[in-house]
């Protein structure tokens, strides 16, 4: 069985950075597509990023590119996410994701195991 446990988030003011992290235990990490989305009160699931292999081919949505990035530590079976130059909009519970085959990553149906989520609150 595949567990994800995310932590790092918290409050911070607009133009900060905070960085979360994601930790697989049962498997190991590089089995998988690992991935990270957000979501929104009265919004839905939105796609951030995934990372792909041992190697950590990189995939991200056009609204975060730039600003967030995916990295992941093999050795600590840990997969990161790195939020820079946030924003109000930004606020969300943030999940980690982990699909057997990169296949349709932007969509949460490919992902089979998900952790229970980490709030990030932005302030203005």
């Known amino acids: 069985q595949v567990q994800l446990v995310e932590s790092g988030g918290g409050l911070v003011q607009a133009g900060g950075s905070l960085r979360l992290s994601c930790v697989v235990s049962g498997r190991t990490s590089s089995d998988y597509v690992m991935g990270w989305f957000r979501q929104a009160p009265g919004k839905e699931r939105e796609f951030l990023a995934a990372?792909?292999?041992?190697?950590?081919?990189?995939y991200y949505a056009d609204s975060v590119k730039g600003r967030f990035t995916i990295s992941r530590d093999n050795a600590k079976n840990t997969v990161y996410l790195q939020l820079d130059n946030l924003k109000p909009e930004d606020t969300a519970v943030y999940s980690c994701?982990?699909?057997?085959?990169?296949?349709?990553?932007?969509?949460?149906?490919?992902?089979?195991?998900w952790g229970q989520g980490t709030q990030v609150t932005v302030s203005s």
């Open positions: 994701a982990a699909a057997a085959r990169p296949l349709r990553l932007p969509m949460p149906s490919a992902y089979d195991y």
């Open positions: 990372i792909i292999g041992s190697g950590g081919s990189t």
